[in-house]
């Protein structure tokens, strides 16, 4: 167990839809990364926030956003979906700003379907 | 911007020491280089971190060249549990933002 909670594990929607992926964080870790993982891409970085604030960003869509709250949870918005969004999202935190400096810790990874 | 390469896939057998190699010509001076193991399903999961030379744990050693444009990440004695995709992690840059950067990862079979 990593200590990161990732919610929900399994979302089937439909094209056109939008969903929210929800993250919390190890106790104590203060950034937050979100990647996509599918069969073609790989893991693909979309976004860090660091303590609430937006650090890096990745091969983010326009249609796809996300936050970091006070309480250090994140969540992360997919709009107008396409049968190409699907994949596996998953979260990760670090008490670094920097992972270089440190390890990543990944949670288990929301799945998403869109039909 | 920094790239990881590394094999697509490797085979091996139980008990044999396993090597995969990644490479990264354009690693940052004050980049680590960290490896991952992924299970199916499952998120990634730190395995050892090094910056030069060599760094051992109890799972894997790690083995960086002088010029640290590649790395190593030896396996001694794999298991069938060891089974598991492996990337290596370094970093990218893009508008003075550091990315954590994946590459596509190595698809490691071990065999009985």
């Known amino acids: 167990d990593s200590g990161v909670t990732q919610t929900p594990k399994h979302l089937i929607t439909a094209t056109g839809q939008r969903v929210t992926l929800r993250c919390s964080p190890r106790?104590?870790?203060?950034?937050v990364y979100w990647y996509q993982q599918s069969l073609d891409q790989g893991l693909q970085f979309l976004i860090q926030?660091?303590?609430?604030?937006?650090?890096a960003k990745g091969n983010i869509l326009e249609r796809f956003s996300a936050q970091q709250f006070p309480d250090l949870h994140s969540e992360l918005n997919l709009s107008s979906l396409e049968l190409g969004d699907s994949a596996l999202y998953f979260c990760?935190?670090?008490?670094?700003?920097?992972?270089?400096?440190?390890?990543?810790?990944f949670g288990e990874g929301s799945r998403l379907t869109v039909l | 911007l920094a790239k990881t390469t590394q094999p697509i896939s490797m085979d091996s057998y139980e008990g044999q020491e396993v090597n995969i190699t990644c490479s990264h010509n354009?690693?940052?001076?004050?980049?680590?280089i960290t490896w991952y193991q992924q299970f199916p399903s499952q998120g990634p999961r730190f395995i050892i971190q090094?910056?030069?030379t060599k760094v051992t744990n109890e799972v894997a050693s790690l083995f960086i060249p002088a010029d640290r444009k590649s790395s190593t990440l030896s396996l001694p004695r794999v298991s069938l549990s060891d089974t598991a995709v492996y990337f290596c992690?370094?970093?990218?840059?893009?508008?003075?933002?550091?990315?954590?950067?994946f590459g596509r990862g190595t698809s490691l079979i071990v065999h009985p």
């Open positions: 990760a935190s670090s008490v670094y700003d920097r992972v270089n400096t440190g390890e990543l810790f």
């Open positions: 354009n690693i940052a001076t004050n980049d680590y």
């Open positions: 090094g910056y030069k």
């Open positions: 992690l370094v970093g990218d840059r893009a508008g003075g933002s550091y990315i954590p950067t």
């Open positions: 926030y660091y303590n609430g604030e937006e650090r």
């Open positions: 106790s104590g870790d203060l950034s």
